[in-house]
């Protein structure tokens, strides 16, 4: 008999995994050099790939910290969005497309780790995610993901397309 947590654990890994396999098939596709949002930083595709990555690795950290017994988040509110968000984009400029890509693949693994080894404890507690929103384990896998591929997959098919 599986479990209400082993099968959460297993929707989430699964989840994960396909969206990982859904980013890689896309993003594969595409020019990295591509420019595909017109603001102040000229967003490219590899941009956008390196902005998954860091918003994953800091979703393993507040994952991390939770497991450990304490909480962790790298800004306070949506307000502050832009002020982290800018930065992290512009350190990962000068880096190869094979160094963002390690990143992407890192911080999935990450999530992977952790929550495979989540004590079981920990499944139905509320969490502080990276940007200072409470939830559970599965509501902030849920909104990564779909951060990864609705917020930013899908308006990268959009503006390819166009």
């Excluded at 396909?18 to 896309?26: G, H, I, K």
């Excluded at 998954?52 to 497991?67: P, T």
């Excluded at 512009?90 to 080894?117: F, G, P």
Aim: net charge negative.
């Amino acid at each position: 008999m599986t479990s209400t947590f082993e099968r959460t654990c297993r929707q989430m890994l699964d989840l994960l995994d396909a969206t990982r396999l859904e980013t890689r098939s896309l993003l594969s596709r595409l020019d990295p050099e591509q420019v595909v949002h017109a603001d102040e930083r000229a967003w490219r595709v590899r941009d956008i790939l390196g902005h998954l990555a860091v918003w994953n690795g800091e979703a393993a950290h507040s994952l991390s910290a939770y497991a450990a017994g304490s909480e962790y988040h790298c800004i306070s509110g949506r307000a502050e969005y832009d002020d982290y968000n800018g930065p992290t984009a512009d350190e990962r400029r000068a880096w190869s497309m094979e160094q963002v890509w390690a990143e992407y693949e890192a911080s999935h693994d990450q999530l992977k780790q952790i929550i495979e080894t989540m004590p079981l404890e920990k499944w139905e507690g509320e969490m502080l995610f990276p940007w200072g929103e409470r939830g559970t384990i599965e509501q902030l896998i849920k909104r990564m993901m779909k951060h990864e591929t609705r917020d930013h997959c899908d308006a990268l098919i959009k503006f390819t397309a166009a």
